[in-house]
């Protein structure tokens, strides 16, 4: 079973997708929908932007990725997928997991559901991660100035604007972290567990995002560098113009005296 998960926007409003979607909602929850689209296609919704194909051909994935354009907020120009594949091997006794695969001697609709789960968080981390660079490459830009020229060239909305984008990136993280919980259905069942703890692994979902957070560490860093030089520069524009006023004063003091 071909798995391919896509995160197409910074937000998917699911209350809207539940009354346009033809498929049988088999879960829901606030942040998420789990739809059987037929007898073994699925398609799995997250609100964070994120969504799952199970054993859909590429034609109805894209019919179905225009579809949910209209149920987004801020969709990304170019999407970013993740492709995963499950494979039943009832002589083998084991679950065996390789690289974007996994081999179960048993597949279940939970199975499903929880390999299509952790595909998400992966496309997810993806997004984060990209986005995580993009700010970096940016904020290297500004320490590049500061080598070479001994200044940084910033004004102050283009700053705040930054700075906005950077805690929003990281709020949105923060907002998410429940996607790496371990779902209820693993909390009672032992296969299920070992299928999402092995997924986890193999996908590097922990590594991935300390990653990330160690990324955002070092933009926060610099970040407090540039806020305390742009607070230095604001101080001694101040200490400037309180100067200037007092030689207009004397100045004056002198004219009124001797004129």
């Not at 923060?174 to 703890?197: A, C, G, K, M, Q």
């Amino acid at each position: 079973m071909k798995i391919v998960a896509f995160y197409i926007a910074e937000q998917l409003h699911l209350k809207s997708l539940k009354e346009a979607f033809a498929g049988t909602l088999l879960q829901e929850n606030p942040s998420e929908q789990f739809y059987r689209v037929d007898k073994d296609r699925y398609f799995y919704a997250f609100d964070y932007g994120a969504v799952v194909f199970a054993n859909m051909g590429d034609t109805d994935m894209s019919q179905n990725l225009s579809f949910l354009q209209r149920f987004t907020d801020h969709p990304l120009p170019e999407k970013i997928r993740d492709d995963f594949e499950i494979k039943l091997r009832p002589e083998q006794p084991e679950i065996h997991f390789g690289f974007d695969m996994l081999e179960a001697p048993e597949i279940s609709e939970d199975v499903i559901k929880i390999a299509m789960l952790n595909v998400a968080h992966s496309v997810a981390l993806d997004f984060y991660s990209q986005r995580a660079h993009e700010l970096l490459n940016e904020m290297q830009q500004f320490t590049t100035q500061m080598e070479l020229r001994g200044s940084v060239s910033i004004s102050r909305k283009n700053m705040l604007r930054f700075i906005g984008r950077a805690l929003n990136t990281k709020n949105r993280i923060v907002e998410n972290l429940f996607i790496f919980d371990s779902p209820d259905l693993t909390w009672e069942d032992e296969y299920l567990d070992r299928i999402h703890r092995g997924l986890a692994r193999t996908l590097e979902t922990q590594t991935r995002f300390r990653e990330i957070e160690y990324t955002f560490k070092v933009i926060e860093d610099n970040l407090s560098v540039f806020r305390e030089l742009y607070l230095h520069r604001e101080s001694s524009k101040l200490e400037w113009i309180i100067i200037i006023l007092i030689c207009i004063e004397v100045i004056d003091l002198f004219v009124s005296k001797f004129w």
